[in-house]
């Protein structure tokens, strides 16, 4: 069993960083892929960025591609989404997620064990 708690939301302008953070409690998590989605009111929710278990491994929406960094500290149990250049389109409510395999995958069902979300909110 994971635990997932994501923390670092807020409200910033457009243009802007934030840092995200998940800490997850489980001793599985080290071998865990984890990933980031992210759901706005009336949509689906929406693919981020994921992470293999080690880390060295990471895929990313074409959306932020080249804006958003996902890393983890698997000696924190943590997993970070470090955003610059945030738009007003990134508003939304942000996940994590852990999966049971190691290796990552960009489908939410990859993912069994999923945070209570953040909500990030970026203004024009």
């Known amino acids: 069993q994971v635990q997932l708690v994501e923390s670092g939301g807020g409200l910033v302008q457009a243009g802007g960083s934030l840092r995200l953070n998940c800490a997850a409690s489980?001793?599985?998590?080290?071998?865990?892929?984890m990933g980031w989605f992210r759901r706005v009111p009336g949509k689906e929710r929406e693919f981020v960025s994921a992470t293999d278990w080690s880390g060295g491994n990471k895929i990313y929406a074409d959306s932020v591609k080249g804006r958003f960094t996902i890393s983890r500290d698997n000696a924190k149990n943590t997993v970070y989404l470090q955003m610059n250049s945030l738009k007003p389109e990134d508003t939304a409510v942000y996940y994590c997620?852990?999966?049971?395999?190691?290796?990552?995958?960009?489908?939410?069902?990859?993912?069994?064990?999923w945070g209570q979300g953040t909500q990030v909110t970026v203004s024009s």
């Open positions: 997620a852990a999966s049971r395999h190691s290796v990552l995958h960009y489908e939410s069902p990859w993912y069994t064990y």
């Open positions: 489980g001793r599985t998590f080290s071998s865990s892929a």
